[in-house]
């Protein structure tokens, strides 16, 4: 079966003074429809370029990004997006801030409906209570909920999510991977998650994709075999360990860093 989202041989480079900058050269990446793709990577290897193809943002130099088997050209209504920053608007109201894309995706949809839409969504991430607060009123954990609200209330196939979680607490940040485990049981979308956290990775991705060094190509990609229902429990397991164990020597190799030989 084809991939949902499939990039094969892509190249890219920035302009900048100096010349072109390679920043990806020979990036592969297939994700079958429905599941869960983490992408880790040295700082600064292109990761973010990678997300900026997927939906469009921009196009490869050379090579393919295709999303259900047709080429991506430019942006699309079915792609949501989440990043390390979650710009809410502070002048609207959570619930308002969460309607929002429904807004520009489906302008004929009733307000009862996209409320209704919204107040499931909300309800689902555990803030009930709160749609009627301002961004500034929710913690920062709260804010990233409703941003994820947000990224599926139009009810995209693929979601892109940059770092979503990376300036949350490590406690708020575990809070936030069971809530995502639970959207995803709950919502039918083929996610890439963009992440500088192993575990973060391991506990929410059916396959690890690890990119070498700029200019990043598909380094290794790892099949992470743990029951989709997963609890935080099993990040203890020898077999988690020997996951993020062979993870580590992946991101050393990548960054051209030599890799100890364990006794
Ligand atoms: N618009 C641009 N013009 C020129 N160079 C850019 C542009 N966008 C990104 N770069 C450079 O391309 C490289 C890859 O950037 P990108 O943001 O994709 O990396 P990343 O892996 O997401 O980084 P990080 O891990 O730090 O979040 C970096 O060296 C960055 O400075």
Redesign the pocket.
């Known amino acids: 079966m084809t991939p949902l989202i499939e990039i094969t041989g892509v190249r890219h480079a920035?302009a900048?003074e100096a010349g072109p900058?390679p920043?990806l050269d020979g990036l592969e990446l297939a994700v079958p429809e429905g599941e869960f793709c983490a992408v880790v990577?040295p700082?600064?290897?292109?990761?973010?370029?990678?997300t900026r193809l997927i939906a469009g943002l921009m196009r490869p130099d050379a090579g393919e990004v295709r999303l259900a088997g047709e080429r991506v050209t430019g942006p699309r209504r079915s792609v949501g997006m989440a990043f390390q920053n979650p710009v809410l608007l502070e002048w609207r109201t959570i619930l308002d801030n969460v309607i929002l894309p429904l807004e520009i995706v489906a302008p004929r949809m009733a307000r009862r409906d996209r409320v209704a839409r919204a107040e499931e969504l909300l309800s689902m991430v555990g803030l009930e209570g709160f749609e009627d607060k301002r961004p500034s009123e929710l913690s920062g954990g709260m804010r990233q909920r409703a941003s994820l609200c947000r990224s599926i209330v139009h009810k995209p196939s693929v979601l892109i999510l940059d770092?979503p979680f990376g300036a949350l607490d490590a406690f708020t940040r575990e809070d936030l991977w069971q809530t995502m485990r639970d959207l995803r049981a709950a919502e039918p979308f083929t996610t890439v998650l963009?992440t500088?956290d192993l575990r973060e990775s391991v506990f929410l991705g059916d396959q690890v994709v690890v990119l070498s060094g700029?200019p990043a190509r598909t380094q290794h990609v790892m099949r992470v075999d743990l029951p989709a229902d997963r609890t935080l429990d099993v990040m203890y397991t020898p077999r988690v360990g020997e996951m993020l164990h062979l993870l580590r020597d992946e991101i050393k190799i990548a960054q051209g860093r030599p890799v100890e030989q364990s006794a």
């Open positions: 920035y900048t900058l920043v990577g700082s600064g290897c292109g990761k973010s370029t990678l770092e963009i500088h700029r």
